[in-house]
Nanobody
Framework: QVQLVESGGGLVQPGGSLKLSCVAS????????MNWYRQAPGKERELVAT???????NYADSVKGRFTISRDSAKNTVYLQMNSLQFEDTAVYYC?????????WGQGSQVTVSS
């Protein structure tokens, strides 16, 4: 059974850092594109970062230079390191992958940037 379980969200001040984790089960994260999306209140869900099976990463322009996506194959886990957080980064963050059998999402992790 495929599952994605996120953790690591919380409340942080502007300029602070958080690291999100996405533990996968039922498939190997090293074999598929793994994505982080976010959805802010009243906005559409947007793609934030992607790591490809070969290790190539891509980022939304709004987070380039501040966020880093990574993968630990031994733990079957994907991470999103978020630095220099801004008010606009407040959102629910979702882990996602697309497998031959369909698309899968985690339950979401709330990140709130507030002073």
């Amino acid at each position: 059974q495929v599952q994605l379980v996120e953790s690591g969200g919380g409340l942080v001040q502007p300029g602070g850092s958080l690291k999100l984790s996405c533990v996968a089960s039922g498939f190997l994260v090293s074999l598929y594109h793994m994505n982080w999306y976010r959805q802010a209140p009243g906005k559409e869900r947007e793609l934030v970062a992607t790591v490809a099976p070969g290790g190539t990463t891509n980022y939304a322009d709004s987070v380039k230079g501040r966020f880093t996506i990574s993968r630990d194959s031994a733990k079957n886990t994907v991470y999103l390191q978020m630095n220099s957080l801004q008010f606009e980064d407040t959102a629910v963050y979702y882990c996602n992958t697309i497998l031959p059998r369909g698309a899968y999402w985690g339950q979401g992790s709330q990140v709130t940037v507030s002073s």
